[in-house]
């Protein structure tokens, strides 16, 4: 109603383990999501605010990266674990609001009073770990 949004595009990408001697195939996640909000209303921080600091603003963001599980067989056997390993990037942005009736934030809040108002850095997320066997979809 606001003209906010939603998209992405996911990709899972797999070695089919027929015919060879894995019994399961790593597999692959590839994605992307955008959001864009329209408007976020703000009245200040902590809890002296009051309607009269109410403000708006716009805020996108977009989620981009790939996550891997790959199964460890010991001996040629049936796997017991498997390592996960993942690696996204984020990438925010904050607008001045676009309502008519209600204050941009810019018009009434600084960096010191809205942080992140005149910079949004974008920042890298590494994770990893270990599944065990039959605790994981992806180990069968």
């Given at each position: ?12 990408a ?16 590839l ?110």
């Amino acid at each position: 109603m606001n003209s906010s949004w939603r998209a992405g595009g996911y990709m899972k990408a797999f070695k089919l383990a027929g015919g060879n001697r894995y019994h399961t195939a790593p597999l692959f996640y590839l994605y992307s999501q955008s959001i864009s909000l329209n408007r976020v209303d703000y009245f200040g921080l902590g809890p002296a605010t009051t309607p009269l600091t109410h403000t708006t603003f716009g805020s996108s963001a977009n989620i981009t990266g790939a996550d891997a599980i790959v199964p460890v067989s010991l001996n040629n056997k049936v796997p017991k674990f498997a390592i996960v390993a993942e690696l996204n990037g984020r990438f925010p942005s904050v607008r001045p609001g676009v309502e008519t009736n209600i204050p941009s934030i810019n018009s009434l809040f600084t960096e010191s009073t809205a942080p992140g108002l005149s910079r949004q850095p974008i920042f890298v997320e590494p994770s990893e770990g270990l599944r065990l066997a039959g605790v994981s979809h992806g180990l069968r």
